[in-house]
């Protein structure tokens, strides 16, 4: 079945400096990668997510790149603020539709 | 413009009693799905469901969990005599009918407790 592989773990940035985190999957036929933020005590919220057929999609401060060879995608958040502290979960459709996360990063942004 | 409705927010059951779990979906999703995130971890897909039909049940126990999804009314996620395992957060998401749309979008989830 499908694998996903998230890093880092956890990540501490200061406020206004950029966050990377980045996940590798061993299924070649997934063409879906949504982005997940959960923050305590809440369900995920889809932020941003890429279709395979491009390599980089853009919403304000956040992006994503795909690389369909090397079967990695990666979410950046640029001029990161307190309130963008929270857990992030990359995920990737399978053939049935199911989600497979991987197993999440802890963005702590310092003031 | 109401998201998709999960409740209760939080279950309290002793070992050997039966949970069941609700989820509305968004208007105009037709497709839903459960997940369990135990603690610390990702989520974990359980099952895929549609109005009357299931759709993959692959990531379900075999024993003491079972779900639908009827003509009318939420979709139920029940668990038969449960065990101190089973305390997890199950969310649920929808999305609409496939072929227009990939997104899921979650619930806010319940959290279940087995003492």
């Known amino acids: 079945g499908e694998n996903v592989e998230q890093h880092p773990s956890t990540l501490s940035v200061q406020e206004g400096d950029s966050a990377v985190i980045k996940c590798t999957y061993s299924d070649s036929a997934s063409n879906y990668f949504p982005w997940y933020k959960q923050e305590l005590g809440k369900g995920p919220q889809l932020i941003i997510d890429?279709?395979?057929?491009?390599g980089e999609k853009k919403d304000q401060r956040i992006a994503v790149t795909l690389n369909k060879t090397a079967k990695h995608f990666s979410l950046h958040i640029t001029e990161t603020q307190p309130e963008d502290s929270a857990v992030y979960f990359c995920a990737l459709l399978g053939s049935a539709r199911q989600l497979t996360f991987g197993s999440g990063t802890q963005l702590t942004v310092l003031p | 413009n109401a998201g998709v409705m999960q409740n209760p927010r939080h279950l309290v059951r002793r070992r050997g009693q039966e949970a069941r779990l609700r989820c509305s979906p968004m208007k105009g999703h037709s497709h839903v799905y459960w997940y369990r995130q135990l603690p610390e971890e990702g989520l974990k897909f359980m099952v895929y469901l549609q109005k009357e039909n299931i759709i993959d049940e692959s990531g379900m126990p075999k024993e003491r969990f079972s779900a639908e999804f009827p003509k009318e009314g939420p979709s139920i996620l029940r668990i038969q005599q449960v065990v101190r395992g089973d305390s997890a957060a199950y969310f649920c998401?929808?999305?609409?009918?496939?072929?227009?749309?990939?997104?899921?979008?979650f619930g806010p989830g319940t959290r279940l407790t087995v003492t």
């Open positions: 890429i279709r395979s057929n491009v």
């Open positions: 998401a929808s999305s609409p009918a496939p072929g227009s749309s990939y997104e899921q979008y």
